[in-house]
């Protein structure tokens, strides 16, 4: 499993040495275990650098996972509605231990667009879907998160816990997250929770780059948002 997180996470693969340096084993023991992997499709060898990629069988494995939860089924046609109504593209989210893992993706018809985020992770403090997460979710998630260092990724990113806190205290207020640049630069996004009992089991959110989604159209975009997440609620048999 610690290889293909680590396969995962790297973007160009990894080598057999570099995969046993980084796991303290010996390069046979690395080559059995990719040997392994391969043999099930889990992993494969890019036969130009010789590097070893995840490979095609995970899909499968990714597929079951994703039929398993309901909100997935239950949101694609209010995601796709959203899309149409707002002319952005639309993210579903989910906690994942400490971070926010996008689960679907409906892409705006835009010559520039948001790239493909399913089944990649991002920091919840600098992303609507993870403020949203964070202030309707468990409050121990929040004192666990300002407890250390905030990462910066780019000059708009919160790092001050405090004006974090503060900053989820709006959303609360408001019903739906904004980030203006904080995970990337130029990306701009709005988001609203999916409730259950009182506490987000999911986020939608709406991003665009910021000549397409300024800060004067949040509060817009914000309530659409939180419209599609209701209806979602709704569709999963939630209440209130």
Not at 12 to 17: H, I
Request: glycine fraction near 10%; aromatic fraction near 2%; proline fraction near 4%.
């Amino acid at each position: 499993m610690t290889v293909l997180e680590m396969l995962s996470d790297a973007a160009g693969g990894l080598g057999v040495t570099e995969l046993a340096t980084r796991l303290g084993v010996h390069k046979a023991t690395a080559s059995r275990l990719l040997g392994t992997l391969s043999s099930r499709g889990l992993v494969e060898k890019d036969p130009g650098s010789g590097k070893f990629r995840v490979g095609v069988g995970l899909i499968r494995l990714a597929g079951a996972a994703m039929a398993g939860l309901d909100v997935i089924q239950q949101s694609r046609p209010v995601l796709e509605d959203l899309c149409e109504r707002s002319g952005e593209t639309v993210n579903l989210a989910i906690m994942d231990r400490d971070d926010v893992l996008y689960v679907d993706q409906v892409t705006a018809p835009h010559a520039i667009v948001m790239a493909n985020w399913v089944g990649r992770h991002s920091p919840v403090h600098c992303s609507s879907s993870g403020k949203v997460l964070l202030a309707f979710g468990d409050q121990g998630a929040v004192d666990r998160l300002l407890s250390r260092s905030l990462e910066r990724l780019t000059r708009n990113t919160i790092t001050d816990p405090e004006r974090l806190r503060t900053q989820l205290a709006d959303v609360r207020r408001r019903g739906y997250a904004h980030a203006v640049g904080e995970l990337e630069e130029g990306l701009n996004t709005v988001a609203a929770p999916v409730m259950s009992a009182g506490q987000a089991i999911a986020a939608v959110s709406i991003s665009g780059p910021s000549f397409r989604v300024p800060a004067r159209d949040q509060p817009r975009l914000g309530r659409l948002a939180a419209d599609a997440g209701t209806t979602i609620a709704r569709r999963l048999g939630h209440r209130g």
